[in-house]
């Protein structure tokens, strides 16, 4: 049983996500994770992220530490940020789609996180971070 | 992430490549309402080179798909990839958006 450890801290910004999106990938490919396990992957950090900065952090640049690890063939992302406490595995479905503005927040995200992961998980530390950890199986 | 589009006859036809993500849906978005203003009603989107799609780029053709039904007119999608088709399936959008797998059945969709 081993565990490889990577983690990074990034700052709290819409033009930070390619970069976030490539530690996800590259980590998940020297993990022996596919392309598709990279896409699925990157897909719910990309929204998870998105959600810190628009809706924890409301657009405040701020600090996002990522984690990223794996054990017994399970890879997981762990997302940490001292925002508006928000728990994603517990939220209600999406708004109607027939919206009047196109930037209205509609809740998508939400059931793609959960779609391309196989668990989500998520608590408020004592400390006053939210921890949300994002995890699938590449065997 | 690249847009672009002719008409042909009284369809616009249109592609989205690459990734339409939060980084590029704002150009997405500028040039699909600037070709519904010019009045455009009926629109096909290619997505066959549509890599990757978060959902600030499905609000964006979910907008433009409410915009043309409320003229009148319709949008249809076809050649969506695998990853792409499991968010539109997720999310629900392909229950608001007509979705094909060939611009031919897409094309039939107007007729």
């Known amino acids: 049983m081993s565990e490889v450890v990577r983690q990074q801290v990034f700052p709290s910004r819409r033009d930070e996500l390619p970069r976030i999106a490539e530690f996800v990938r590259a980590f998940v490919l020297a993990a022996g994770g596919s392309v598709d396990h990279a896409r699925r992957l990157e897909l719910a950090v990309d929204e998870a992220v998105t959600?810190?900065?628009?809706?924890?952090?409301?657009?405040?640049e701020e600090e996002i530490h990522i984690r990223a690890e794996i054990q017994d063939n399970e890879l997981c992302i762990t997302l940490e940020d001292r925002g508006v406490p928000f728990d994603p595995t517990q939220a209600g479905p999406p708004l109607s789609m027939n919206q009047e503005n196109p930037h209205?927040?509609?809740?998508?995200?939400?059931?793609?996180?959960?779609?391309f992961a196989d668990t989500l998980s998520y608590?408020?530390?004592?400390?006053?971070?939210?921890?949300?950890?994002?995890?699938?199986m590449i065997s | 992430m690249q847009i672009q589009g002719v008409k042909e006859n009284d369809i616009f036809f249109f592609s989205i490549m690459g990734r339409?993500?939060?980084?590029?849906?704002?150009?997405a978005e500028k040039q699909m309402m600037a070709w519904i203003?010019?009045?455009?009603?009926?629109?096909?989107?290619d997505l066959s080179d549509l890599e990757f799609i978060s959902s600030a780029g499905l609000r964006v053709l979910l907008y433009a798909?409410?915009?043309?039904?409320q003229q009148g007119g319709k949008m249809v999608l076809f050649g969506v990839n695998d990853?792409?088709?499991e968010v539109f399936e997720v999310t629900g959008i392909s229950n608001v958006i007509d979705i094909t797998t060939s611009k031919d059945g897409a094309f039939s969709l107007f007729n």
């Open chain 1, 51 to 60: 959600n810190i900065i628009e809706y924890a952090y409301e657009s405040i």
């Open chain 1, 104 to 115: 209205q927040h509609l809740g998508l995200g939400i059931p793609i996180i959960r779609h």
């Open chain 1, 123 to 136: 608590r408020r530390t004592a400390s006053g971070w939210n921890s949300l950890r994002i995890c699938r």
């Open chain 2, 20 to 27: 339409l993500d939060t980084q590029t849906y704002t150009d």
């Open chain 2, 37 to 45: 203003e010019a009045g455009n009603t009926k629109m096909i989107g």
């Open chain 2, 65 to 69: 798909a409410k915009t043309l039904n």
């Open chain 2, 83 to 85: 990853q792409v088709n």
